[in-house]
């Protein structure tokens, strides 16, 4: 390709990119969710939250599955004054095996989440492993929806999981889909911190 060629070409791309850019006129926030099998749905909302958090941004978290509480992330911003961090739950099903117990959390993370999709004054709230609440029936998930669609106009929420309730999906602006083609895991490497927490 010669170089007129490809200006001519880059020309091109650029009115049909400006063309997109003009059309797109709204202001709100985003649902997005972070699903699939593969490693990262988490460390892509932290990213993101981060991107906000330079920005100015109020947030929130809230953990639903505990796992370990001192991840690199949560040691990170725990003290920080523009994210509000809440460790929810008791840890994964096969870890707690008590259903009881890991219904009632979720209901507890629901009432933290609840408020906060009320309060303007949060610019973006990441709801970290949501999605098992639906897939194991510890919430309903058709309040959680009507509350995502009242939440304030600007506010921006990110939910993570492997799998996402079909209501979520029809209401969500983004929808990215993190696959697993390797992971280090099952070549018999341990879980190491800065990778995997």
């Not at 070409?9 to 699903?35: F, P, S």
């Amino acid at each position: 390709m010669t170089d007129q060629e490809h200006k001519q070409r880059m020309i091109k791309r650029k009115e049909v990119m400006d063309a997109k850019i003009a059309k797109a006129t709204e202001e709100r926030g985003v649902l997005i969710l972070l699903k699939g099998n593969g490693k990262g749905k988490s460390s892509s909302a932290f990213g993101t939250m981060l991107r906000s958090v330079g920005h100015g941004k109020k947030c929130a978290v809230i953990q639903f599955i505990k796992g370990r509480s001192e991840t690199g992330e949560y040691k990170f911003f725990k003290d920080h004054p523009q994210v509000e961090w809440h460790v929810m739950g008791h840890g994964f099903t096969w870890e707690t095996q008590d259903k009881e117990q890991d219904i009632k959390a979720a209901q507890q993370a629901w009432a933290v989440a609840e408020k906060l999709l009320q309060d303007d004054s949060y610019d973006m709230l990441v709801f970290d492993e949501m999605s098992y609440m639906f897939k194991y029936d510890y919430l309903d998930v058709a309040p959680v929806v009507a509350a995502l669609q009242q939440r304030p106009k600007k506010q921006n929420v990110i939910i993570t999981g492997r799998t996402m309730a079909l209501p979520l999906q029809d209401i969500a602006d983004t929808i990215s889909v993190v696959q697993d083609e390797r992971h280090a895991f099952r070549l018999g490497v341990k879980a190491q911190i800065g990778i995997e927490y």
